[in-house]
T-cell receptor
C-alpha cells in the first residue's frame, strides 16, 4: 500500500540554524510530491512540489526539497530558519496513476528558539 | 477575496445530534475534498467530489455524508455525531489542469468540532 512517513514528530531548532525535515514514501513508481505548511489555526499552504526533472526544487519562504529516488525520500530544507517558520509541516504524495487521492504524512511540528 | 470559506469556525456538539459543516469556494475548482486532522494521524480523506453531481468515499467515510449539488458548495453532514468524530475538519479544492492529478490542493481554515 502507498504510504508517507515523516519520522520526526517534533523538531526544535534555534533561529538562524539550518533545518531538514524528512519524508519517505512507499510507492512502486515515482509519485508527485508536495510539502505543505500549516500555521496555528490555519489551513495548509503549499510550499513546493515535485513532478519530474530537476530533483532539487525551490519553494516559497526560502525552502527547498530534494527528491532522491534511490532513497524514496523528499526531504525539506532551509539554510537559515526564522522564528516565523514555526509551524507544522506535511509531506504528501499523489500516485501517478489511479485516483486523484493525496496521501499525507503525519506531520512534523517545528519549534524555533529565539 | 477568492478562496474557500468554512463554517462554523468551531462547534461543540452533543453526541447523537445532527451537524452540517459548510464549505463554499469561489474559485470554480472542479474537485473538492473533506479531510479530518487528528493528532498523530495527519490528514485523512473522508469524502471527495471530482465534479458537481459526483461524490466518492475516502479513507474514513463512515458516519459522514456529502453532496455536491453545484460547483461552489460541498457540505459535510454528520447524521448522528459520536465523540470519535471530534476533530478538525478541512475542506480543500483542486484547480483543473491539463494533468489534473498533480495539482496542489487549496485548503480552507478548518472547522474545529468537539462532540461531547
Amino acid at each position: 500500500a502507498q504510504s508517507v512517513t515523516q519520522p520526526d514528530i517534533h523538531i526544535t531548532v534555534s533561529e538562524g540554524a539550518s533545518l531538514e525535515l524528512r519524508c519517505n514514501y512507499s510507492y512502486g513508481a515515482t509519485p508527485y510530491l508536495f510539502w505543505y505548511v500549516q500555521s496555528p489555526g490555519q489551513g495548509l499552504q503549499l510550499l513546493l512540489k515535485y513532478f519530474s526533472g530537476d530533483t532539487l526544487v525551490q519553494g516559497i519562504k526560502g525552502f527547498e526539497a530534494e527528491f532522491k529516488r534511490s532513497q524514496s525520500s523528499f526531504n525539506l530544507r532551509k539554510p537559515s530558519v526564522h522564528w516565523s517558520d514555526a509551524a507544522e509541516y506535511f509531506c504528501a504524495v499523489v500516485p501517478t496513476s489511479g485516483t486523484y487521492k493525496y496521501i499525507f504524512g503525519t506531520g512534523t511540528r517545528l519549534k524555533v528558539l529565539a | 477575496i477568492a478562496g474557500i470559506t468554512q463554517a462554523p469556525t468551531s462547534q461543540i456538539l452533543a453526541a447523537g445530534r445532527h451537524m452540517t459543516l459548510r464549505c463554499t469556494q469561489d474559485m470554480r475548482h472542479n474537485a473538492m475534498y473533506w479531510y479530518r486532522q487528528d493528532l498523530g494521524l495527519g490528514l485523512r480523506l473522508i469524502h471527495y467530489s471530482n465534479t458537481a453531481g459526483t461524490t466518492g468515499k475516502g479513507e474514513v467515510p463512515d458516519g459522514y455524508s456529502v453532496s455536491r449539488a453545484n460547483t461552489d458548495d460541498f457540505p459535510l453532514t454528520l447524521a448522528s455525531a459520536v465523540p470519535s468524530q471530534t476533530s478538525v475538519y478541512f475542506c480543500a479544492t483542486r484547480p483543473p489542469q491539463k494533468v489534473s492529478y498533480n495539482s496542489p490542493l487549496h485548503f480552507g481554515n478548518g472547522t474545529r468540532l468537539t462532540v461531547t
